[in-house]
């Protein structure tokens, strides 16, 4: 698949960007945090956090490059 260049003239690329760098500062922090934890049970909170700011930001960058839910799968 071909890369897609960011097209910040463009209001819809340029908040998509913003949200994807904001889910990834998350998720950098999240994956920390995880690392700090002890308890199983404060792991698998930063474990499914870290999943589902993984999953958010696979949905905006099917939406960046405006895929079909055929080409999802």
């Given at each position: 698949?071909?890369?897609?260049?960011?097209?910040?003239?463009?209001?819809i690329d340029?908040?998509?960007?913003?949200?994807?760098?904001?889910?990834?500062?998350?998720?950098?922090?999240?994956?920390?945090?995880?690392?700090?934890?002890?308890?199983?049970?404060?792991?698998?909170?930063?474990?499914?956090?870290?999943?589902?700011?993984?999953?958010?930001?696979?949905?905006?960058?099917?939406?960046?490059?405006?895929?079909?839910?055929?080409?999802?799968?």
């Amino acid at each position: 698949m071909p890369f897609r260049a960011i097209e910040f003239h463009k209001p819809i690329d340029n908040q998509i960007y913003e949200t994807i760098i904001n889910f990834a500062d998350q998720e950098i922090q999240a994956k920390n945090e995880l690392l700090a934890r002890t308890t199983d049970r404060e792991k698998t909170y930063y474990e499914q956090k870290c999943a589902a700011l993984d999953r958010q930001i696979d949905h905006l960058v099917y939406k960046l490059y405006d895929l079909t839910d055929d080409e999802i799968r």
